[in-house]
């Protein structure tokens, strides 16, 4: 009996078979994984609630937007444009009126400047009058002095010979006794000294002085002195 091992012949069409099978294997996944992209796609979308038509709108109202604010950017920029050219106007209007106010200052600076000259010399030409009536006063009370100053009453001090006339004077007093409300005075000269007094006393009653000799006669109180006529 024949014990040789009879080689068993290799089968070559196996690995074929294989490779056919990997290729449905890969194509089969791949169509899996497709479909399932698909459902995931699905889901998701049946998930969110958003429908294409939804999605599309707000695309549209996203678009609108942006041209919205695309057009308001153009208008801000136009009013920057105005504010320069407005400010620009605002600092010349400044300017001008920084110099009307300079004008205004200088002429009310003038006008200060001339009411004040005006007025000193209106003061100067009010002085000076006054000064003539003062002395048209003077002159006027020296011939009322000698013409009229027959009889005094007014305190004051009179200048024998120009404003009362040389004589004797007499009052009758004040006719309240025991007061002594009446002075006179006979003086040798108005300087205010004591020693230009010649005579003088207070009294109520009746008094009679000559001003012969004498320069100035003062009187005070209620007394009304008379030439005595001669």
């Known amino acids: 009996m024949d014990t040789t091992e009879v080689e068993t012949p290799h089968q070559h069409p196996e690995p074929q ?21 698909g459902v995931g ?3 998701a979308t049946q998930n969110t609630g958003v429908s294409q038509s939804t999605y599309n709108a707000s695309q549209a109202r996203v678009s609108s937007l942006k041209s919205q604010v695309s057009s308001l950017k153009s208008q801000v920029s136009s009013l920057k444009g105005k504010v320069v050219v407005l400010q620009t106007d605002v600092s010349s ?27 000193r010399d209106q003061e100067a030409a009010l002085t000076a009058q006054q000064k003539q ?15 009229q100053a027959s009889s005094i009453d007014a305190d004051g001090t009179y200048i024998v010979g120009q404003d009362v006339k040389v004589g004797t004077f007499h009052t009758n007093g ?31 009653g009746p ?3 000559s001003l012969s000799g004498v320069y100035a006669f003062q009187i005070n109180g209620p007394c009304t002195w008379v030439l005595v006529p001669q």
């Open 93 to 119: 209007a400044n300017a001008a009126l920084t110099t009307e106010q300079i004008k205004a200052e200088t002429a009310q600076q003038t006008a200060n400047a001339n009411a004040a000259s005006a007025y």
């Open 207 to 209: 008094e009679t002085i």
């Open 17 to 37: 078979r294989r490779r056919r099978l990997t290729r449905r294997v890969i194509l089969t996944a791949g169509f899996v994984v497709t479909l399932l992209i």
């Open 174 to 204: 004040s006719g309240d006794t025991g007061q002594n409300d009446c002075y006179y005075a006979t003086l040798s000269s108005t300087n205010g000294s004591l020693d230009s007094i010649i005579s003088n006393d207070n009294f109520d």
């Open 133 to 147: 009536v003062a002395g048209e006063q003077r002159t006027l009370k020296q011939e009322l002095g000698q013409v």
């Open 41 to 43: 796609i699905g889901s």
